[in-house]
């Protein structure tokens, strides 16, 4: 076991929670903004796969499935807000989740439907193949890629939330939904504005684990479970939990992979168990929002 | 918070008493003996026995989500532990042990309650919708644990080899490969899980957790100790479904590892609704419903699940009381 191998693995962590990130995120961002859990990421994540690969098998240019997807899994997402969530407001926060979660299972026979039961094939896309040295050791030149998309994404999001106006009236409709309502701004717009972008970042995670992951309909589940660990470990609705929480879940399952492979899958569960022993509100998780 | 429940509450059946008021009274006082004497009847309204055994086997795991959910208002999405532990638990006791029956069921009950204290100790440290994703992160923990554990649980493959074919019951050997005998079987343990949980509702601490589902702030002002009543009817409602668990790994003979995935959670939450939360009889309604859908639909197409998913999002919209639920509101307005 050699320094070098470490590191290398440490890469392969960091580019699998890239995933996670952008998975928390919008879960977070839904969450914080609509206190909706969305039982619906996952399968959203899982559209969005398939809606990216279906485009690639089309044009062949990742980059249409890159943007296109993400877009068309937001358009799921307002429409979801606008006619099944929306008229659940104020009748008890289980009722969104309950009903999230109702749409996951139409979603998933849905994709069953159209692409069958066994998932499609997908390699790397062309221009992204092949490693590169990093100096340690050669690395796959797509996880490179994944990471560093996924930083400007984060990077563009943290700009809107916290340098624009928009971003302004989301963090107060967070915090009381009332007072943002009573000072004029339209809160159902805003609502429905997060939730597209939520459900967005779960197409554009879906896409992007495409190539490292196997694209079926039943992909979603673990993957939502797992977004639900980060947004647990890093605190529910803060952005800057689900990033660190996300690239710590990602660095942790890579480096049980490695020692305890027979563990990689259950070791994030433990290590939200254990956060959770120290800290039930999670890393960056504020006090009374639960409440 | 808690905005589940019994908002409307059948205060008007007694003030204008109608068609139905004598048989909604009567229900209400001796709920475990009409749900007991229904099911006992309940095999000859089905098309087979399997189906009225698989209705009564999760009726009952839904019963006892019903207990944290309904009536606590926690909405655990990790229920499928239980039902795994209890599967597992009994199993394991017969092709390990080679333990008679009653040894397996315990054996099971046990273990589903040692896994509900500490998946409880966990997870009631977080509230509200925080409480769902934990269960439902605990609950993949323990999957990934039993699908490692492959020397004792039979990992990916299931555990194989439950070979009942005589019970002893009161120092009767019934033979439980006579498919209408098996039904009666684990009837009797349903029967006795639903007496004990009519008088759990019905007790000073059954009171507690309705409290609690209504406001929890102020029932703790009131006194009372939320956080240990919490865990013990999260422990409880873990022991009923472990119950249900180990009943179903008698009745299959294996336990397919999707016991405990997490669908198997979501199992539980749509019979609940489906059939009415915060009901006694309800959760028994939404698992017939479930599994009839399901064994009706299941001929005709592959995708039956789209169909379960539209009428259960319906459900959430407009029948948030679920079928048992609305049905005895009626009722009760009438």
């Known amino acids: ?291 | 918070m808690m905005a589940f429940g019994q908002t409307r509450k059948t205060l008007d059946a007694s003030s204008t008493p109608g068609v139905w008021t004598p048989v909604n009274a009567f229900l209400k006082n001796n709920k475990a003996l009409a749900a007991i004497v229904f099911l006992s009847i309940f095999p000859f309204l089905m098309p087979y026995e399997a189906l009225a055994v698989k209705i009564l086997v999760f009726g009952l795991y839904a019963l006892g989500f019903n207990l944290l959910f309904g009536y606590t208002g926690m909405l655990s999405f990790g229920h499928a532990a239980f039902l795994g532990a209890g599967a597992y638990g009994a199993g394991m006791v017969i092709v390990h042990l080679r333990a008679p029956f009653l040894l397996a069921i315990a054996g099971g009950v046990s273990l589903a309650a040692l896994v509900a204290v500490v998946m409880g100790l966990l997870s009631i440290r977080t509230r509200g919708i925080y409480f769902s994703m934990v269960t439902l992160a605990l609950s993949q923990c323990i999957y990934y644990l039993i699908y490692n554990a492959e020397s004792w649980t039979g990992g990916e493959n299931g555990l194989r080899g439950i070979n009942i074919s005589t019970v002893g019951l009161l120092g009767i050997q019934i033979n439980f490969l006579d498919p209408i005998l098996r039904y009666y079987v684990i009837f009797v343990f349903v029967a006795l899980a639903l007496w004990f949980l009519a008088r759990i509702l019905a007790s000073p601490f059954g009171a507690v957790l309705e409290a609690i589902r209504e406001n929890e702030k102020r029932a703790a002002a009131c006194g009372y100790n939320v956080a240990s009543a919490k865990l013990l009817s999260f422990v409880l409602s873990g022991a009923f479904c472990g119950l249900a668990g180990a009943l179903w790994a008698v009745h299959l003979s294996v336990v397919p590892i999707e016991t405990v995935y997490y669908l198997t959670s979501g199992e539980a939450v749509i019979m609940c609704l489906l059939g009415g939360m915060g009901t006694y009889f309800g959760p028994f309604v939404g698992a017939a419903i479930y599994l009839l859908f399901e064994d009706v639909l299941t001929l005709q197409t592959s995708h039956w699940q789209l169909y379960l998913g539209i009428l259960f999002v319906l459900c959430v919209l407009f029948f948030p009381r679920g079928v048992w639920g609305s049905l005895t509101d009626w009722t009760s307005r009438r």
């Open chain 1, 1 to 291: 076991m050699t320094a070098d191998l470490l590191l290398l693995q440490l890469l392969t962590g960091i580019a699998l929670g890239s995933i996670f990130v952008l998975l928390a995120l919008g879960l977070s961002l839904i969450f914080g903004m609509l206190t909706v859990v969305n039982f619906a990421h996952g399968a959203f994540y899982m559209v969005g796969a398939y809606v990216g690969v279906y485009l690639y098998g089309l044009t062949g240019n990742f980059w249409v499935s890159v943007v296109a997807a993400p877009l068309c899994i937001a358009a799921m997402g307002l429409i979801t807000e606008r006619f099944l969530i929306r008229p659940l407001y104020g009748r008890g926060i289980d009722y969104p989740l309950l009903l999230t979660f109702g749409l996951s299972y139409i979603f998933v026979e849905a994709i069953r439907m159209i692409f069958g039961l066994a998932g499609l094939p997908f390699g790397t896309p062309v221009g992204l193949r092949g490693a590169v040295n990093v100096g340690v050791g050669y690395f796959p030149y797509y996880r490179l890629f994944l990471m560093a998309f996924t930083a400007a994404i984060t990077l563009a999001i943290w700009l809107v939330v916290e340098r624009t106006r928009f971003g302004l009236i989301v963090r107060a409709g967070a915090r009381d939904p009332e007072i943002v309502r009573v000072l004029g701004v339209d809160i159902s717009r805003i609502r429905l504005i997060v939730f597209g972008i939520g459900t967005g970042l779960a197409g554009l995670a879906g896409i992007l684990a495409a190539p490292i992951q196997a694209v079926t309909p039943e992909m979603g589940i673990p993957a939502l479970a797992e977004a639900f660990v980060v947004t647990v470990i890093g605190g529910m609705g803060s952005l800057a939990g689900a990033v660190v929480a996300g690239l710590l879940v990602g660095i942790v399952v890579a480096m049980t992979s490695l020692f305890v492979p027979a563990m990689a899958k259950a070791s994030v569960f433990f290590l939200m168990a254990l956060i959770l022993l120290i800290r039930p509100r999670g890393l960056f998780g504020q006090t009374g929002l639960m409440d």
